[in-house]
């Protein structure tokens, strides 16, 4: 098991600016790919980006490429998501997961966060 917690959303304006964090329990933290995915509301959950065990590879969504940064800090046991420049349509709840391959697919992700709440007013 791979407890993950994530924390740092909030509501913020459109432009603006959110970090945030998911901090995992145990000692097998750095043996995992770390993702972030996220939920709108009436939406299915979708991929928005992954790294790698060692931090050397990432992997971003399309939409999101330029504006989320993700990192990690394997002694801290925490990966994190920098969102940048905020539109209304970030508005989700944001989830880490853990799986052993950098994937873009849920499916791949065998630990789950509780999700963080992300609300980008207009």
């Known amino acids: 098991q791979v407890p993950l917690v994530e924390s740092g959303g909030g509501l913020v304006q459109a432009g603006g600016s959110l970090s945030l964090s998911c901090a995992a329990s145990?000692?097998?933290?750095?043996?995992?790919?770390m993702g972030w995915f996220r939920q709108a509301p009436g939406k299915e959950r979708e991929f928005v980006a992954a790294?790698?065990?060692?931090?050397?590879?990432?992997s971003y969504e399309h939409s999101v490429k330029g504006r989320f940064t993700i990192s990690r800090d394997n002694a801290k046991n925490t990966v994190y998501l920098q969102i940048n420049s905020l539109k209304p349509e970030d508005t989700a709840v944001y989830y880490c997961?853990?799986?052993?391959?950098?994937?873009?697919?849920?499916?791949?992700?065998?630990?789950w966060g509780q999700g963080t709440q992300v609300t980008v007013s207009s």
């Open positions: 790294i790698s065990w060692s931090g050397g590879s990432t």
């Open positions: 145990g000692r097998t933290f750095s043996s995992y790919a």
């Open positions: 997961a853990a799986g052993f391959t950098l994937a873009t697919i849920s499916q791949e992700y065998d630990y």
